[in-house]
């Protein structure tokens, strides 16, 4: 059995789960969330506040695809019931950002304003972060939302608009990220 695949989904106390063959509808406090199973012989069922998921034998497709499932729903339960959120560092002089409606502002240094439209589900929100030692000003982009894919690959996306730099660190990077910085030229004479 797969290790993943065979723990139940232990679900909040808000969040109802509706099978449907392949699809399992989720609805908790932060929303609705539909998610369509990657084969259909994974069985899941709801056990009181439990969600299971089984296979049909130990051929190889049914293994892969029983760890993955229980993630996938995993990943559902918990985006309903309270959500995801990723955090963004946005570094440099003259970096500016701001949240209009479902659009971000973005002012990256270029001879242009960056206009990001967000996807409906997702939702953004800027704030100074603290001054580190680093003397290049930087601003926090967060973005939340209750389908995990979606909201990684939004954030994949803006991080892409204008990736960090090695040399000053400057551009656009995930708050976790390091990057690794390059020593400048030296002028020797």
Request: with cysteine.
């Amino acid at each position: 059995m797969s290790r993943i695949g065979k723990q139940p989904i232990t679900l909040d106390d808000k969040v109802k789960v509706v099978v449907q063959g392949r699809k399992v509808n989720f609805e908790g406090p932060k929303g609705k969330l539909s998610v369509t199973l990657p084969i259909e012989d994974i069985k899941v069922e709801v056990k009181g506040k439990e969600l299971l998921c089984t296979r049909p034998s130990d051929h190889r497709l049914h293994r892969s695809a029983h760890g993955l499932t229980r993630a996938i729903l995993a990943n559902a339960a918990k985006g309903v019931a309270t959500g995801w959120e990723r955090q963004l560092a946005i570094r440099g002089v003259g970096f500016r950002c701001e949240v209009k409606g479902k659009q971000i502002h973005m002012s990256l240094g270029f001879s242009h304003p960056v206009i990001y439209n967000l996807p409906d589900g997702i939702t953004a929100e800027v704030g100074k972060a603290p001054r580190t030692e680093d003397t290049l000003p930087t601003l926090d982009l967060t973005l939340r939302g209750v389908d995990r894919h979606l909201l990684g690959q939004t954030t994949v996306q803006i991080r892409a608009l204008r990736p960090p730099e090695p040399y000053k660190g400057k551009g656009i990077k995930l708050s976790t990220e390091v990057v690794r910085r390059k020593e400048g030229k030296t002028g020797t004479a």
